[in-house]
């Protein structure tokens, strides 16, 4: 088992910086990727990114694209996803998401979730 700990939402202003965090514990070791998933009120959950556990290779949905960037630091068993240029669009509540086998961009394939923390971008 992997549990999943997220942090750093909350309220911005459009055009400013927020950096959320994910702190896993557990069977680290069996993590293949780790990625961040968003959802909006009455929207399906969309995927922001997701990072190679071993490689640190990222790849972004096509909405942050440029904006946002993941990293992840294995020594301490976090990943991290800074955002930039925020707009009203990308309020959600922002969860990351662990696999063992591979690096999806669709949600069912990931077996662990975190909590999610409320992100909200005001005109």
């Known amino acids: 088992q992997v549990q999943l700990v997220e942090s750093g939402g909350g309220l911005v202003q459009a055009g400013g910086s927020l950096r959320l965090s994910c702190a896993a514990s557990?069977?680290?070791?069996?993590?293949?990727?780790m990625a961040w998933f968003r959802q909006a009120p009455g929207k399906e959950r969309e995927f922001v990114g997701v990072?190679?556990?071993?490689?640190?290779?990222?790849l972004y949905g096509d909405s942050v694209k440029g904006r946002f960037t993941i990293f992840r630091d294995n020594a301490k068993d976090t990943a991290s996803l800074q955002m930039n240029s925020l707009v009203p669009e990308d309020t959600a509540v922002y969860y990351c998401a662990a696999d063992r086998y591979r690096s999806s961009r669709s949600p069912t394939d990931y077996d662990y979730w975190g909590q999610g923390t409320q992100v909200t971008v005001s005109s």
């Open positions: 990072v190679t556990w071993s490689s640190g290779r990222p």
């Open positions: 557990g069977r680290t070791s069996s993590m293949y990727a």
